[in-house]
Nanobody, 122 residues
Framework: QVQLVESGGGLVQPGGSLRLSCAHSGLSFSRYAMNWYRQAPGKERELVAGFSRVSGSTNYPDSVKGRFTISRDNAKNTVYLQMNSLKPEDTAVYYC???????????????WGQGTQVTVSS
């Protein structure tokens, strides 16, 4: 059973930093990719950081590029999202996501954490 548990959200002033953590279990023997998404009130959920399943390289949308960094500690089964130079528009619920793939590269499972609130405000 796959479980994802986020932590690290909170209230931060503009220009500040936060590090989110996503502790995962149940993925050890799977082909999978980890991502971070966010959803602000009244907006669609958007990808903010992810690892490529094939190359392991990272990808970010322009809105966070240069400010957010995704990383992982495989020994701890944890994925991180370091967020720097935070802006009020970064305010959202942040979700950890795991996509499991078959041996042929087709997605066969999509899992989400419960989300953690990030509020950027003075």
């Amino acid at each position: 059973q796959v479980q994802l548990v986020e932590s690290g959200g909170g209230l931060v002033q503009p220009g500040g930093s936060l590090r989110l953590s996503c502790a995962h279990s149940g993925l050890s023997f799977s082909r999978y990719a980890m991502n971070w998404y966010r959803q602000a009130p009244g907006k669609e959920r958007e990808l903010v950081a992810g690892f490529s399943r094939v190359s392991g390289s990272t990808n970010y949308p322009d809105s966070v590029k240069g400010r957010f960094t995704i990383s992982r500690d495989n020994a701890k089964n944890t994925v991180y999202l370091q967020m720097n130079s935070l802006k009020p528009e970064d305010t959202a619920v942040y979700y950890c996501n795991a996509v499991i793939y078959s041996g042929l590269g087709s997605p066969i499972g999509d899992y989400w954490g419960q989300g953690t609130q990030v509020t950027v405000s003075s």
